[in-house]
Structure formats: C-alpha cells, structure tokens
Nanobody, 118 residues
Framework: QVQLVESGGGLVQAGGSLRLSCAAS????????MGWFRQAPGKERELVAR????????NYADPVKGRFTVSRDNAKTTLYLQMNSLKPEDTAVYYC???????????WGQGTQVTVSS
C-alpha cells in the first residue's frame, strides 16, 4: 500500500497563489505516476495534472495550463502543485493520487480544500 498525506490548501483571493504538497509513504518504490485531481460541489472529480515518477513527464488539464505546475521530489517522495493566478472556478477539494506499476495499486489522499474568493 501507499499512504498519501496532503497539505497546503486554504483560502486565497483571486489572482493569488497556493502550493499543495502530497507526501507518500509505503510502497513508494513501485510508484508509476502521481497526480492531482479536484472535485467541486456538484461536479465529478477531474484530473488537474499528472507526473510520471520516473522521467518526470507531465500532462495538464486545459483549464490549468500555464497557471499550475506539478513537480515531485524523488528523495522525499513528495508531490507538489504550484497554483498561480487562481480563479474562483478553481475552488474545489484537491486530491492526490498515485498509481503503481503494472496496475497493482491506485491510492488516494484525504483531500485538501482550496477556496478562491472573487
């Protein structure tokens, strides 16, 4: 198993920035990729960004391209999401996700609330 603990959410004004962190522990040597998802009230959970653990290739959802940056620290097995130029529509609970190699596992963090006021 992999345990994920998120931190860094909060309340920010539109145009501001936040940085989310997700610390992974457990079977971290078998991590294939990690990602950030978000879920706004009344909406489905959606992908925000993913990063391949080995190699670091990334992909982003269109609404966040150019504003959000996903990164990881291999030594600390920690995932980050730098969010700039935040908009009210970015308000959601943000979840960290990890997928293990070979499809042997898929784990979620508990979520952290991000609220952007207009």
């Amino acid at each position: 198993q992999v345990q994920l603990v998120e931190s860094g959410g909060g309340l920010v004004q539109a145009g501001g920035s936040l940085r989310l962190s997700c610390a992974a522990s457990g079977r971290t040597r078998t991590m294939y990729d990690m990602g950030w998802f978000r879920q706004a009230p009344g909406k489905e959970r959606e992908l925000v960004a993913r990063i391949r653990w080995s190699g670091g290739s990334t992909n982003y959802a269109d609404p966040v391209k150019g504003r959000f940056t996903v990164s990881r620290d291999n030594a600390k097995t920690t995932l980050y999401l730098q969010m700039n130029s935040l908009k009210p529509e970015d308000t959601a609970v943000y979840y960290c996700n990890v997928r293990l190699v070979g499809g042997t596992g898929d784990y979620w963090g508990q979520g952290t609330q991000v609220t952007v006021s207009s």
